[in-house]
Nanobody
Framework: QVQLVESGGGLVQAGGSLRLSCAASGRTNSNYAMGWFRQAPGKEREFVAGISANSGYTTSADSVKGRFTVSRDNAKNTVYLQMNSLKPEDTAVYYC????????????????WGQGTQVTVSS
């Protein structure tokens, strides 16, 4: 089992920045790909960004390209999501998730999930 705990969410004005962290514990190993997803009230959970186990491959949704950056530090078992130029439409609960090797955009292909952290962007 892998336990994931997100942190770093909060309230920020439009144009501001936040950095989310996702700390992994339990049966962690460097072979897990990590994904970030978000879910706004009344909306489906959507893919935000992902990173492969060795950081050699990253991908992100078109809506966040150029603004959000995913990275990881395997020595610390932690994945990060740097969010810049935040917009009110980025408001959501952000989740990190883990699966084997390569990140995908489909939530149902991830095996482990964190509890989420709220990000609120005011206009």
């Amino acid at each position: 089992q892998v336990q994931l705990v997100e942190s770093g969410g909060g309230l920020v004005q439009a144009g501001g920045s936040l950095r989310l962290s996702c700390a992994a514990s339990g049966r962690t190993n460097s072979n897990y790909a990590m994904g970030w997803f978000r879910q706004a009230p009344g909306k489906e959970r959507e893919f935000v960004a992902g990173i492969s186990a060795n950081s050699g491959y990253t991908t992100s949704a078109d809506s966040v390209k150029g603004r959000f950056t995913v990275s990881r530090d395997n020595a610390k078992n932690t994945v990060y999501l740097q969010m810049n130029s935040l917009k009110p439409e980025d408001t959501a609960v952000y989740y990190c998730a883990a699966r084997a090797f390569i990140p995908t955009m489909k939530a149902n292909e991830y095996n482990y999930w964190g509890q989420g952290t709220q990000v609120t962007v005011s206009s």
